[in-house]
């Protein structure tokens, strides 16, 4: 590790208790190899709960929580409100980024594309064209999402749904490629294409090797992707959202692209996306654990008080 980097001793936050456990104790144990093999000391603590500890010497946090706490600012509070520092966007970005409902009406607002979309109840009846996408207004890693290409499916779509969150919302389907960018230390990184079995990247898709091609650099036309990058950074601001990230895509047959969402802690598995496009960037995987760690701050009230 170069002497120039700012901690020496981190905590990497993993597990958490959220339906995303399993793959946050994944992504964390490999960030956790990833910074040691950068000549790190780290610490790992796996989270069961809201009452967590810092070991003693740790200097700065690295956040592989996935899903509710780890993503929707909740643990990013408790680390401001202690002074410390920690990797990705500060809490209020994370909140805003991790409400789909809340993300869309801000890239409404400052014109980006994104699918008509609208809230629905859970024991509202389907009004509205097919197919459609209905996912929890709060949720990740696919968790509770469903394409409906057909009324009798509705109801069971949206029960499902409804068990991670009461609050949904149901997007148009937009036929065509799903593509996604990462964004590192304020750079969009090659757009990558997910090609998932029937079109449908679900969560066996996401986490299971072997399932799923990708092809990073994504084969669309220089411009497209140039474009796709743009609105990523774009998407990325728009937010609030720092340090790292990923934005995900579809485009349809005309090469037009709509954002579905931002994703402030993406996954770091064997499987995720983000390191194989920092890969495709010349970044191993060890560089991009270490640029993220690097790029750790003190936020919110913490910069403040702390006058950092």
């Known amino acids: 590790m170069n002497e120039a980097a700012p901690y020496q001793h981190v905590a ?9 456990r399993e793959v946050s104790l994944r992504s964390g144990a490999a960030v956790a190899d990833g910074l040691r093999a950068a000549g790190y000391t780290v610490s790992v603590v796996d989270l069961v709960s809201p009452e967590w500890s810092v070991p003693d ?7 592989a929580l996935h899903g509710a706490y780890g993503e929707d600012g909740t643990v990013q509070a408790a680390l401001e409100a202690a002074g410390i ?32 979309y609208c809230r629905v109840r859970p024991d509202e009846p389907l009004n509205g064209p097919l197919p459609a996408v209905v996912k929890p207004v709060r949720q990740g890693s696919s968790v509770g999402i469903h394409v409906v290409r057909h009324a009798e499916d509705w ?15 149901v997007e148009t389907f937009i036929p065509g490629r799903e593509l996604t960018v990462g964004v590192v230390a304020g750079e969009a ?7 998932a079995p029937q079109g449908n990247y679900d969560y066996r898709a996401k986490y ?10 994504a084969p669309v036309p220089g ?13 990325f601001d728009v937010l609030g959202c720092t340090d790292l990230g990923r934005v995900d895509f579809r485009m349809n047959s ?17 499987t995720s996306l983000l390191p194989k496009a920092a890969q495709a960037a010349g970044l191993s995987f060890e560089r991009l654990c270490d640029t993220v760690m690097r790029a750790a701050r003190l936020k919110g009230s913490a910069v403040v008080n702390n006058e950092y």
């Open 12 to 20: 990497v936050f993993m597990g958490g208790f959220s339906a995303e």
């Open 57 to 63: 010497g740790v200097e700065a946090v690295f956040i």
């Open 85 to 116: 520092p920690y990797t990705g966007s500060g809490s209020a970005a994370s909140r805003l980024a991790f409400d789909k409902l809340a993300s869309k009406e801000a890239f409404v607002r400052a014109g980006l594309p994104t699918p008509a």
């Open 155 to 169: 109801a069971d779509a949206v029960a499902d749904a409804a068990k991670y969150d009461q609050e949904l919302i």
């Open 189 to 195: 990184l090659p757009v990558l294409e997910i090609c």
């Open 208 to 217: 299971t090797a072997g399932v799923t091609t990708y092809h990073v650099p």
């Open 223 to 235: 411009p497209v992707a140039e474009h796709c990058r743009r609105l990523a950074l774009a998407a």
């Open 254 to 270: 005309a090469n037009e692209l709509f954002i579905l969402e931002v994703n402030t802690i993406p996954g770091f598995t064997a």
